[in-house]
């Protein structure tokens, strides 16, 4: 009973926050930064409760859990992130998304129980969570770049566009999040590696290669940011390219291996 409340308490938290930050899109007037922070700090604990109490405390990576772990994840990590730089605006696309997973684990999904896992894989899963949802926040300010270059090319001084950081503010942080999450996959690669047994083993060789190839993609970007100046559409471009593979690397295979084939895997 407790899930099931906390669950709705976050889902109604999440949407909420979400609505206060989107007041521009619906009638011009500034967000409510303020009081929509508050909610979805609410939201993250109730989510982490959630987390806590359908898992047993563990860390539960099947499909439909990982999802919404990410998602908390990513979320927690946009909190943190506007304690320094006026990110809220990202709540509008990240807190809903992250309701509907949520929603999905709780309400639709079939219960799962947490499968026993070394530490040195706890750790390997840690460092690659956390990879995911810093760049999953970068994917998500790229495309808040696109939105922004584009208004601003067509003249379109909307409400909703003054409500939104600096373009230049949001390109600087964009970059930021990349080097840190490139960092962050580079360890990912690394742990794996290391404690991951047979990592180019049938069920983890698409896995391990397209993890490889989004790597390429960021380590690409970086490179071109600072030897040749990269920018706009190119950096927007690769920033979503390399997070599609990343998040068929992640959820892709896991997909196919544990819905399709019915063989779990970290």
Do not use: C
């Given at each position: ?166 373009l230049t503010l949001t390109e600087g ?94």
């Amino acid at each position: 009973m407790f899930v099931t409340i906390a669950s709705l308490f976050a889902i109604a938290l999440y949407l909420a926050a979400a609505g206060a930050l989107g007041r521009p899109l619906l009638n011009g007037r500034a967000p409510l930064t303020r009081p929509a922070m508050g909610m979805a700090t609410l939201a993250v604990l109730a989510h982490a409760a959630v987390l806590l109490g359908m898992h047993r405390g563990a860390l539960d990576l099947h499909f439909f859990a990982a999802l919404s772990l990410v998602a908390w994840v990513v979320s927690t990590l946009t909190l943190l992130v506007n304690l320094s730089r006026p990110v809220a605006g990202l709540g509008v696309i990240i807190f809903p998304l992250t309701a509907i997973l949520l929603a999905i684990d709780k309400f639709i999904a079939p219960p799962t129980a947490p499968t026993p896992i070394d530490w040195q894989i706890k750790l390997h899963v840690t460092v690659a969570l956390l990879a995911f949802g810093v760049l999953s926040i970068a994917a998500a300010l790229a495309i808040l770049l696109a939105v922004q270059e584009r208004a601003l090319r067509r003249s379109q001084f909307g409400h909703w566009l003054r409500a939104l950081p600096p373009l230049t503010l949001t390109e600087g942080l964009l970059f930021r999040l990349i080097h840190a999450g490139f960092t962050l996959l580079t360890l990912t690669l690394v742990t794996g590696t290391l404690f991951v047994s047979n990592v180019f083993g049938q069920h983890l060789v698409q896995k391990t290669i397209l993890s490889i190839i989004a790597w390429l993609v960021f380590g690409a970007l970086l490179w071109g940011r600072w030897r040749h100046g990269w920018r706009g559409t190119r950096a927007v471009n690769l920033t979503l390219f390399g997070m599609a593979v990343l998040v068929l690397a992640f959820f892709g295979t896991k997909f196919v291996l544990e819905m399709i084939l019915h063989h779990p895997v970290v």
